[in-house]
């Protein structure tokens, strides 16, 4: 596993294990446990998703059993849109470490660019400071926002997790972030399944050379441009498949060819339409219960 240097001199999997949608705390805990035997030990999670004490428990018990050791692991979670303030960011971060059942925090991260986002990071950063957390992140700043941002606040976000993936490259975007010193993190790294990617003709062709999987060769190539993967499954052997890429490389020519899968504008959500953005405002994640992933 390799692992990216952020900014501040913090090391952080190269790759990790997302619990979006994992709303069955059973299942979740399952899964992040089979996450950590694979091999993972980045997990992400969010106070939106509802599962942040299954991932707490599954955490308690790896280490409890020898498996892996709290330093080993580096955990994420989000700061919802319904606390987006100074005072919200603090009471959802120790709501948050409640329910993880953690003493620290790897990465803190605003999940969306609503709301009172520099009150909220404003108080991240008294607790960054105070060494309660290692990291500071955003997610979903499109590049005009990022750069609004970064260029206010004083410390400049560690990361900005974003939808990326062969059929949106955003390379727009990451270049903005090389300028911060951001590294880039994929959401649906494997484009939530859209596009035909697990059986994609150009991804397959490519993925026959190494003995791999079109899927395998699209989170090959996002780390391979330095960006960050957050694949997600409550399979087992989706899991174990999804993190088995770290004994080839892409050629060049590859990764030209992974380029030109790129559609220009996202099939999952424009976080710059009006509709969108009222949803992300107000919807709670009291509501968002129930959604799970198949």
């Known amino acids: 596993m390799e692992m990216f240097t952020l900014s501040n001199g913090v090391q ?3 790759e990790g294990f997302g619990v979006f949608q994992v709303n069955d705390l059973a299942v979740c805990k399952q899964a992040v446990l089979d996450a950590i035997d694979a091999g993972y030990r980045l997990i992400d999670t969010a106070s939106l998703y509802n599962n942040e004490e299954a991932v707490g428990d599954a955490v308690a018990e790896a280490i409890a059993a020898g498996k892996v050791t709290r330093e080993e692991l580096f955990i994420t979670t989000k700061l919802w849109t319904n606390d987006a303030s100074y005072e919200g960011a603090k009471r959802s971060f120790e709501t ?5 059942g953690l003493d620290y925090l790897d990465m803190f991260m605003i ?9 909220a990071w404003k108080a991240m950063e008294e607790m960054y400071s105070e060494g309660k957390i290692r990291a500071l992140a955003v997610s979903n700043f499109y590049a005009g926002k990022l750069t609004e941002f970064a260029e206010i606040v004083d410390v400049k976000p560690h990361v900005d997790q974003l939808e990326l ?3 949106y490259t955003r390379y727009d975007v990451i270049e903005v972030m090389k300028e911060y010193g951001t590294v880039p993190q994929a ?7 859209n596009h035909g990617i697990f ?5 397959a062709e490519i993925g026959a050379k190494y003995g791999k999987t079109p899927a395998q060769v699209a989170l090959r190539w996002n780390v391979q441009r330095g960006v960050s993967i957050l694949p997600k499954s409550v ?12 004994d080839f490389a892409l050629t060049d020519e590859d990764m030209k060819k992974v380029d030109t899968l790129d559609l220009g504008h996202s099939e999952i959500v424009d976080h710059n339409n009006p509709m969108s953005v009222k949803f ?10 129930g959604f799970t992933i198949k």
């Open 12 to 14: 952080m999997p190269a």
């Open 280 to 289: 992300f405002v107000n919807v709670t994640p009291e509501a968002m219960k």
């Open 187 to 193: 959401w649906g790294p494997l484009a939530e399944g």
């Open 111 to 119: 999940h969306m660019p609503y709301g009172d986002i520099y009150g």
């Open 199 to 203: 059986t994609h003709p150009v991804l």
């Open 96 to 100: 948050s470490m409640k329910y993880l």
């Open 165 to 167: 993936h062969p059929f």
């Open 235 to 246: 399979h087992r052997d989706r899991i174990e498949q999804n993190i088995d890429i770290w």
